[in-house]
């Protein structure tokens, strides 16, 4: 259970930097702005004609007598825009990495380099139209995982009891796995790590990835709160990525040194 501190300590620690480094953030915000902005008009086109949707979609019910008529359709209403509420947070992190690829590596190469013990940070290789293609692919794949969990929980969610409680909590965590493989891709892209290792990497150490996603996952869900915390995120996710590999960072070199000396 301690990783799921740790976890939470890296999402901290990520807004720290950030904070830091005004300029970073102030950049970082950009590609946040562009998507809240296209994901608003979506939920709200979703509250506004979801009703609609729903009885379009439920003709058998037209002959029930009132209130169940009213009561099941309301039901699928409101369970219709949860699930879209789930996907936007799933995705939302990926339509904004993909938005804002050259700001999120910049940001994610500085914080490799301000905590490496020799300045530096691993580079990719491969040009940039490769690596966005990558970036896109991968999400794509990521969102189609993420898309069968929410399915998933949508169908259980009509369980008694158990679709009100067990559920939703677990809809937060598979919404923290999938948002931190995001964040994390950042960095472990450039190291050459490829999506099925990335996924291998981030379960070996799910109560890690738990601490560090499913904060971000509830804080993504209040209104404009995911635009402010997407730069630190991506910052934090470094550290975790460095982490999970099992690099050592420059505070870590100091710390084993004065042990040394005492």
Do not use: C
């Not at 939470?8 to 702005?33: D, E, S, T």
């Not at 509250?47 to 729903?54: K, L």
């Not at 990521?142 to 158990?162: E, I, K, N, Y």
Request: aromatic share 12%; glycine share 10%.
């Amino acid at each position: 259970m301690r990783d799921l501190g740790v976890g939470f300590g890296y999402l901290l620690k990520g807004q720290r930097w950030v904070a830091r480094h005004g300029r970073r953030y102030g950049f970082g915000l950009l590609p946040g702005l562009i998507t809240l902005v296209l994901y608003a008009a979506a939920l709200v086109a979703l509250a506004v004609w979801g009703d609609d949707a729903v009885t379009w979609a439920t003709p058998f019910a037209d002959d029930w007598s009132s209130p169940w008529r009213g009561l099941f359709r309301g039901f699928l209403t409101a369970v219709l825009f949860a699930l879209g509420l789930l996907l936007a947070v799933l995705t939302f992190t990926a339509v904004t990495l993909l938005v804002g690829q050259p700001f999120y590596e910049n940001l994610s190469e500085r914080v490799d380099a301000d905590v490496s013990p020799d300045g530096t940070a691993p580079r990719s290789e491969l040009p940039f139209w490769r690596e966005l293609w990558i970036s896109a692919r991968d999400s794509l794949r990521v969102l189609v995982r993420a898309g069968l969990w929410g399915l998933l929980l949508f169908a259980l969610g009509f369980l008694p009891f158990v679709g009100q409680t067990v559920v939703p909590v677990l809809g937060f965590f598979v919404t923290g796995f999938f948002l931190t493989e995001e964040l994390a891709a950042v960095a472990l892209q450039r190291r050459g790590v490829d999506l099925r290792a990335r996924l291998t990497l981030l379960r070996s150490r799910k109560t890690l990835v738990w601490g560090f996603g499913t904060p971000l996952g509830l804080a993504f869900l209040v209104p404009f709160v995911a635009v402010f915390l997407m730069p630190g995120a991506v910052a934090g996710a470094t550290l975790l990525a460095r982490d999970l590999l099992g690099e050592e960072s420059a505070a870590e070199r100091e710390d084993a040194a004065e042990d040394t000396a005492a």
